[in-house]
């Protein structure tokens, strides 16, 4: 089963970037779909974006799209979200996720996620 581990979070503006990395082991990575999660106090845990396992589709929330950037380097096993303009609203832990099963192609509901990384802290000051 993968192991993910993620990195790359910390505070910044309002405004200000950060890129965000999620390294895999112990898997077969290029055959998962991956994705980005996050959840701020108090909420629940809500998907921020999502690639295919084949890299050629890329899903996000309406709150970030535009702004957020997720991409994947299998020969890394890594992916990577590239977070621009944010905002206080966007302060959460961020998880990278992968789903139970290979070849996933279905919705980016936590449910079908099994595998967690332990989390990233992101805070954006106003």
């Known amino acids: 089963q993968v192991q993910l581990v993620e990195s790359g979070g910390g505070l910044v503006q309002a405004g200000g970037s950060l890129r965000l990395s999620c390294a895999a082991s112990?898997?077969?990575?290029?055959?998962?779909?991956m994705a980005w999660f996050r959840q701020a106090p108090g909420k629940e845990r809500e998907l921020v974006a999502g690639i295919t396992w084949t890299g050629t589709s890329t899903s996000y929330s309406d709150s970030v799209k535009g702004r957020f950037t997720i991409s994947r380097d299998n020969a890394k096993n890594t992916v990577y979200l590239q977070m621009n303009s944010l905002k206080p609203e966007d302060t959460a832990v961020y998880y990278c996720?992968?789903?139970?099963?290979?070849?996933?192609?279905?919705?980016?509901?936590?449910?079908?996620?099994?595998?967690w990384g332990q989390g990233t802290q992101v805070t954006v000051s106003s």
């Open positions: 996720a992968a789903p139970k099963s290979l070849f996933y192609s279905g919705t980016y509901a936590p449910a079908a996620f099994g595998t």
């Open positions: 112990g898997g077969p990575f290029n055959l998962y779909t």
